[in-house]
């Protein structure tokens, strides 16, 4: 008990020394920081107000710009804590998928169904169960929202998660069996570093991916039922509905300055941070550099902190030792890991079951000229959707090598591509709309276009995730070798992020599937404007509570994407890993 108390007392003492050694050095930046974490918890206090707050039955959206601020922590709020849930289950879903060969044949095919499913889908569903399990506050429906969100971001993440850890490097593997890393020490020594240059990149995409359906997430009426939220989503409805080009004007630039500022102090800081984790012997380029991130770096209050946690955790009475050595099958051996697997494998197989035989029975009042012009719309869809992922190719791969090969393009460009891709799309419809008309363009073929405003970024950050991967040797062999800048783009830099580029090609061609439902219907001034597609088929469904054409027309989009991915893609991903790997 002595030596326990001489402990805690030295534990204390020393915090009180780094503290006391620190204490004359702390600079402005240790006054932000302060404010930062006393402001970060003033507004943790709102936001959860927000949620505990009585369910009201009619929301009122306050147009005037003195409400912006407040719509702006609650839209963001919602979206932080999806990127939170997207994360997360990015790390589990994908290493699943990565580890088990077998449930890996049904989970990636069901990646690409869930990346695919178009929101108005399963949100009706989603959003009255969650209502009906909340009665009395808010909490149902923030987490409806937040789940809409997440179906969003969530999808690019978990399959450049997924294929990072597919195509770690043999050396990379050699080493972490020669020092003998269990599941836990290569998870966190070698895939997850190798995985952190694709991830973040593919943060800033998924952040960006929340934003598309803002609109529809924070304004949804069901009948006669009102289920809108305060926010900068339905602050845009509502002023869109009302024709108020000032206060459209003031949540467009609300929506920017956030997105600017998250781009400063989040993925500024986290793209130089994982600029170390690149896997090269040398380099010649230009070291990256944020301001915010070279400002926490020279706060003394941060460090200080960190040091009396340490001095705490060194401190603290050691854990009584085993008096036998544990057996070889413990918690986190692989045993243990493929029981575990299976037995969420065994139930995912039920659950998809039990679905399975629901939408079954919805499928058996669809008469059979409903199905065959569903498959005709399926097609066209197809089209639209190979259409639009072809022309985003064009402008994407060489401007997203051009960025993730030059830092200074990088410092420059991001911040303006972050606003450009975060930036809801279906605010930019009625613009775009506008010009079809003037130029005499039909909707069949306009809706390409307006699918290109939201899935070109997917393949962009792709790219620039690949590029900015690509090893220093690798072009200074390109300029040893005296190529020419078409020989470097078609012969070393384009097969170099070819496994990214199929990346943002599969998930791009998901979010257009998903964006078909705003593309091919598409309200303006009063109107409607439709052309014929499985996205009109299914907005027209869920508009008139249609649920076995909805559920016909999500199935055939279901099969189609399964069909494509099984063949195309994955023809792609086999020609990527045994002609275009840097370590073959």
């Known amino acids: 008990m002595r030596a326990r108390g001489r402990r805690s007392r030295d534990a204390v003492q020393g915090v009180a020394r780094h503290f006391a050694e620190d204490r004359r050095r702390f600079a402005i930046v240790d006054v932000l920081v302060v404010v930062g974490l006393v402001g970060l918890l003033v507004s943790l206090t709102r936001v959860a107000g927000e949620w505990t707050g009585e369910l009201r039955p009619t929301v009122v959206i306050d147009l005037s710009a003195s409400s912006l601020a ?148 924070e304004s949804f009426v069901l009948g006669n039922k009102d289920f809108r939220l305060p926010g900068l989503g339905s602050y845009m409805s509502v002023a869109a509905a009302r024709g108020d080009t000032p206060a459209m004007l003031r949540a467009m630039a609300a929506m920017a300055a956030m997105i600017i500022v998250l781009d400063q102090i989040v993925f500024r800081p986290l793209v130089v941070w994982a600029q170390k984790f690149r896997v090269e012997e040398s380099s010649d380029a230009a070291p990256m550099s944020s301001w915010f991130y070279d400002l926490l770096r020279r706060s003394r209050l941060l460090p200080a902190l960190a040091r009396g946690l340490a001095a705490i955790r060194a ?49 058996r009042a669809v008469p059979a000229r409903t199905w065959l012009a569903t498959f005709e719309a399926a097609g066209l869809t197809l089209a639209r959707v190979l259409a639009a992922t072809a022309l985003g190719t064009l402008w994407a791969l060489p401007a997203g090598l051009a960025i993730g090969l030059s830092p200074r393009l990088s410092r420059v460009l991001q911040p303006v591509v972050q606003v450009a891709a975060s930036f809801p799309a279906p605010m930019l419809f009625p613009a775009v709309i506008a010009v079809l008309r003037v130029a005499r363009v039909p909707l069949g073929l306009g809706s390409v276009a307006l699918m290109l405003l939201g899935t070109q970024w997917y393949i962009l950050f792709n790219v ?40 943002g090609w599969v998930t791009a061609a998901g979010g257009a599937w998903n964006a078909s439902i705003v593309a091919e219907y598409v309200p303006v001034g009063g109107t409607v404007l439709i052309t014929d597609g499985l996205g009109a088929r299914i907005s027209l469904a869920a508009e008139h509570a249609d649920f076995p054409a909805l559920a016909a027309a999500v199935a055939v989009m279901s099969l189609v994407v399964v069909l494509f991915n099984r063949t195309v893609w994955h023809a792609c991903y086999r020609l990527a890993d045994q002609r275009y790997s840097l370590e073959r």
């Open 464 to 503: 620039v995730a690949g590029a900015a991967a690509v090893p220093a040797d690798l072009r200074e062999a390109a300029r040893a070798y005296r190529l020419r800048p078409l020989q470097r783009f078609v012969r070393v830099y384009t097969p170099a992020v070819f496994p990214h580029l199929i990346t």
């Open 315 to 363: 401190a603290l009475p050691p854990r009584s030792a085993p008096i036998a050595a544990p057996p070889r099958v413990s918690r986190g051996s692989p045993v243990a890991v493929r029981l575990l697997s299976t037995a969420l494998f065994a139930g995912l197989l039920v659950v998809l079951a039990l679905g399975a035989a629901r939408v079954g029975h919805l499928l």
């Open 70 to 217: 407040r719509y702006t922590l609650f839209s963001f709020s919602r979206g932080a804590l999806a990127y939170a849930l997207s994360l997360g289950f990015t790390f589990l879903y994908g290493y699943w998928a990565a580890k088990d060969r077998a449930a890996e044949r049904v989970l990636v095919p069901l990646l690409d169904v869930l990346q695919s499913i178009p929101v108005l889908g399963f949100m009706p569903g989603l959003v009255l169960a969650l209502v009906a399990a909340f009665p009395t506050t808010n909490v149902g429906l923030e987490l409806a929202a937040v789940l809409m969100i997440f179906t969003g971001q969530v999808w690019n993440l978990t399959f450049s998660f997924y294929q990072s850890l597919r195509n770690v490097p043999p050396p990379l593997r050699e080493v972490a069996a020669l020092h003998r890393f269990g599941w836990w020490r290569t998870l966190r020594r070698v895939e997850l570093p190798f995985a952190t240059t694709g991830l973040v990149y593919n943060s800033m995409l998924s952040v960006a991916g929340g934003w598309f359906f803002l609109m529809i997430n």
